[in-house]
């Protein structure tokens, strides 16, 4: 059986003896990977929709962790935790949630089973496996429905939205390994830890909080492997990686007040421009000023980034100076915005000694994600059991696109042409040492009227992972 574990916004410099004994124990006796990468944006559905797909936005479709989408809410962008809504958006557009073929649904042509649990949002779970070819349990929703009846009649726990991370996090994991795992006997199992993300979003990084967090799933995770490896009929094998890493909010980003002033946005409420995480949609009269935004963007100082969608990027008269085209970072997809943009980073620390601060919205949250910051673009990888290297540390490119191409040779299937990733042969047992893998690096610039934007990038195996786009000039 093949197990991923994902701990929400674990950053790879959190992986230690202090915090993470037994994950750093594994690091060290499997193959610790030192330049893995999550997709930008670097937020949880966007990577969980890539995880699940080996693919990038551009083919998967999830292009941000909010999305607008007027024939589902037309006064205002919702959240891609409701997994109700994101399948809304799909009904109203007739056609698949994730516009790319997922990892279930080879597994399932392939007369392999999968099964999914995740202690995080519904939308979150619910995109490891959009299309249920296996049994998906959540803290508060699972599916198919059956499945549901029979979990709310045996755990107390489950749908109750007063829990906290710990019961939710025990409520799934006693559901994979009671009910889940004895009924299907799923050869693929992806299990989605929502911590350390809400400690390091409400406390900060290396807070009490989220130290207790580490540790928390840390022993968790021990615990689970452990019991598989001692009672499973088949060998076992482990990958634990993050969906992205983590800022510290140092600065201020006044977007919707300086969209207004500047007069590109009439009210807070108005839908000429909208803003939906990363992403600005703007309506029919004003999307004629898609390169005057572009260029207004990239001059602000809570800005790193500027992306335009790629068929407006190169469309006749639009002078998008300095912006990049949003194929640069992954995306282009039909869904996307016109624009997406970075929030301001620097290398700064927060009071912990952490590095990495962004600009980010007020609201009690005092660290988050979504920048194209290397701190937060930078996930964690650890692999160790069947099938993968001893005593090993990679510092070949790679990133979580390549686990499902990864997941799948290791099935000893070949993995759809629609997938962006790439086996990771270096982990394998059988495949080159990393150090003799070629690596290079690349950049990308854009120049504006006084600013530079750079995207630079590591490459490995033919393919390129975003390293951190920022104003260099």
């Known amino acids: 059986m093949i197990l991923l574990v994902v701990w929400d916004g674990l950053r790879p410099d959190m992986i230690g003896d202090d915090l993470t004994p037994y994950l750093a124990r594994m690091g060290r006796e499997g193959v610790f990977c030192r330049s893995s990468h999550a997709v930008w944006p670097s937020a949880t559905r966007i990577n969980a929709a890539a995880l699940t797909t080996g693919c990038y936005p551009a083919k998967h479709g999830l292009v941000d962790n909010e999305l607008y989408v007027p024939a589902v809410d037309p006064a205002k962008p919702f959240s891609c935790a409701d997994w109700r809504l994101l399948q809304a958006m799909a009904d109203a557009e007739g056609g698949p949630l994730l516009t790319a073929p997922t990892l279930g649904q080879v597994l399932q042509q392939h007369g392999r089973r999968m099964a999914s649990g995740g202690s995080g949002s519904p939308g979150t779970t619910y995109l490891t496996n959009p299309t249920v070819t296996g049994p998906i349990v959540n803290w508060a929703v699972a599916w198919p429905a059956a499945f549901a009846a029979e979990l709310r009649a045996r755990y107390r726990a489950f749908g109750d939205d007063q829990a906290d991370s710990v019961t939710r996090n025990r409520l799934v994991i006693d559901a994979l390994r009671e009910v889940l795992l004895p009924a299907t006997a799923p050869d693929v199992v992806t299990l989605w830890l929502t911590e350390p993300d809400h400690a390091q979003h409400g406390y900060g990084l290396r807070s009490a909080e989220a130290v207790a967090m580490l540790r928390h799933v840390d022993a968790e995770v021990e615990a689970l492997v452990i019991e598989l490896s001692a009672t499973l009929d088949e060998p076992l094998t482990v990958f634990c990686l993050s969906d992205h890493g983590f800022d510290t909010i140092g600065y201020e980003h006044p977007v919707q007040a300086a969209l207004i002033e500047a007069g590109f946005k009439a009210t807070p409420d108005s839908t000429d421009v909208v803003r939906a995480s990363n992403s600005l949609y703007l309506d029919a009269a004003t999307l004629p000023r898609v390169g005057e935004l572009a260029s207004w963007l990239l001059e602000q100082p809570w800005v790193s980034a500027v992306f335009v969608r790629d068929d407006l990027w190169c469309a006749p008269g639009v002078a998008c100076s300095g912006a990049l085209p949003q194929s640069a970072a992954g995306g282009g997809h039909r869904r996307a915005a016109p624009l997406m943009y970075s929030p301001r980073w620097s290398d700064g620390v927060n009071g912990e000694g952490v590095p990495g601060l962004v600009a980010g919205r007020s609201g009690g949250n005092v660290a988050t994600h979504g920048s194209t910051s290397p701190y937060a673009l930078h996930n964690t990888l650890v692999a160790w059991g069947a099938g993968i290297k001893r ?45 003799t893998v070629p690596v290079s690096a690349s950049t990308r610039e854009g120049v504006g009227a006084t600013r530079r934007q750079v995207a630079r990038y590591a490459e490995a195996c033919g393919k390129a992972y975003l390293e951190q786009v920022a104003i260099e000039a």
């Open 391 to 435: 005593q090993t540390v990679s510092d070949v490119p790679c990133g979580i696109v390549d686990l499902a191409p990864t997941v799948l040779h290791l099935l000893g299937i070949v993995p759809p042409a629609t997938m962006d990733g790439r086996v990771l042969y270096e982990l394998l047992a059988e495949g080159p040492a990393p150090e």
